[in-house]
Nanobody, 128 residues
Framework: QVQLVESGGGSVQAGGSLRLSCAAS????????MGWFRQAPGKEREVVARIYTDSKLAYYADSVKGRFTISQDNAKNTLYLQMNSLKPEDTAMYYC?????????????????????WGQGTQVTVSS
């Protein structure tokens, strides 16, 4: 049974930091394509970051590049999103997702495609 459980969200002041965690079970994080997505009220869901876990190569949306870092801990079978220099526009529900059998690194990082498994989400609120 594949499950993804996010945690680490909360309320912070602009300029602050948070680290989101995505605990996975039922498969190995180290051999998948995983991503963080977010959705704010009235907006479409958008990609924040994606990682091809075999090589640890990652893609970041321009809006978070240089501020956010996606990473993994294979021993804990967990995905992370370190968020620094947070801005009010980062306020959203953040979701962890997994594609267990990516076709290629390029497909994982750069192609629009369905991620088959999703977590329940964790709320991030940034105030100014």
């Amino acid at each position: 049974q594949v499950q993804l459980v996010e945690s680490g969200g909360g309320s912070v002041q602009a300029g602050g930091s948070l680290r989101l965690s995505c605990a996975a079970s039922g498969y190995t994080v180290s051999s998948s394509c995983m991503g963080w997505f977010r959705q704010a009220p009235g907006k479409e869901r958008e990609v924040v970051a994606r990682i091809y876990t075999d090589s640890k190569l990652a893609y970041y949306a321009d809006s978070v590049k240089g501020r956010f870092t996606i990473s993994q801990d294979n021993a804990k079978n967990t995905l992370y999103l370190q968020m620094n220099s947070l801005k009010p526009e980062d306020t959203a529900m953040y979701y962890c997702a997994a594609d267990l059998f990516p076709l290629s690194l390029a497909y994982c990082l750069y192609q629009s495609h369905d991620f088959g498994y999703w977590g329940q989400g964790t709320q991030v609120t940034v105030s100014s």
